[in-house]
T-cell receptor
Framework: DQQVKQNSPSLSVQEGRISILNCDYT??????FLWYKKYPAEGPTFLIS?????DKNEDGRFTVFLNKSAKHLSLHIVPSQPGDSAVYFC????????????FGTGTLLAVQP | DAGVIQSPRHEVTEMGQEVTLRCKPI?????LFWYRQTMMRGLELLIY????????DSGMPEDRFSAKMPNASFSTLKIQPSEPRDSAVYFC???????????FGQGTRLTVV
């Protein structure tokens, strides 16, 4: 049972435009959400996170939005750059005594020059 | 710090052989995770240690898989006997907390023929 879902396996965007990556979750106990970026032959690297007490967190070109009622979060990249081309993983944590992360299946973003 | 170090980077083995993957977490981190990346399931959590103690091994696929963490600076994931369906990229990650952000190694690409 996939608790964190990324329903779009891939996304193609023109350079300079907005990239929107989506993620849905089913476990209402999740209280912390993260986005990771992964280049080929490398490990995932942490990009941005959001606590469930917030609905938006911004870091430069990256903004994450959380809609708890819909159990949905999204990552916006504005403006998109060719170097943003990578696989993006959404992850969630239920916090408490455990800080394990549950990941989605990833979305491959291709930013076209 | 050099980050999370995994070895080997690539492993090709024959079906039925024993495979041991190794991980050195970031010094001072108290949590260690083993993940497996596949196209179908994305990043799948196999096992999670906290202060060298296995906390959650519910993701370990079957008894052929075992993991140990004899001390704070070393962990192994062993597959015995290996099967072709075990072919995947295996990642080790570590974290310090209190947030769940985890830092990943570069992964071990395992091919079982």
């Amino acid at each position: 049972d996939q608790q964190v879902k990324q329903n779009s396996p891939s996304l193609s965007v023109q350079e300079g435009r907005i990239s929107i990556l989506n993620c849905d979750y089913t476990n209402s106990m999740f209280d912390y959400f993260l986005w990771y970026k992964k280049y080929p032959a490398e490990g995932p690297t942490f990009l941005i996170s959001i606590s469930s007490i917030k609905d938006k967190n911004e870091d430069g070109r990256f903004t994450v939005f959380l809609n708890k009622s819909a159990k949905h979060l999204s990552l916006h990249i504005v403006p998109s750059q060719p170097g943003d081309s990578a696989v993006y993983f959404c992850a969630a944590s239920a916090g408490g005594a455990t800080n394990k992360l549950i990941f989605g299946t990833g979305t491959l973003l291709a930013v076209q020059p | 710090d050099a980050g999370v170090i995994q070895s080997p980077r690539h492993e090709v083995t024959e079906m039925g052989q024993e495979v041991t993957l190794r991980c050195k977490p970031i010094s001072g981190h108290n949590s260690l995770f083993w993940y497996r990346q596949t196209m179908m399931r994305g990043l799948e959590l196999l096992i999670y240690f906290n202060n060298n103690v296995p906390i959650d091994d519910s993701g370990m696929p079957e008894d052929r898989f075992s993991a140990k963490m004899p001390n704070a600076s070393f962990s192994t994931l062993k597959i015995q006997p290996s099967e072709p369906r075990d072919s995947a990229v295996y990642f080790c990650a570590s974290s310090l907390g209190p947030g769940p952000e985890a830092f990943f190694g570069q992964g071990t690409r395992l091919t079982v023929v």
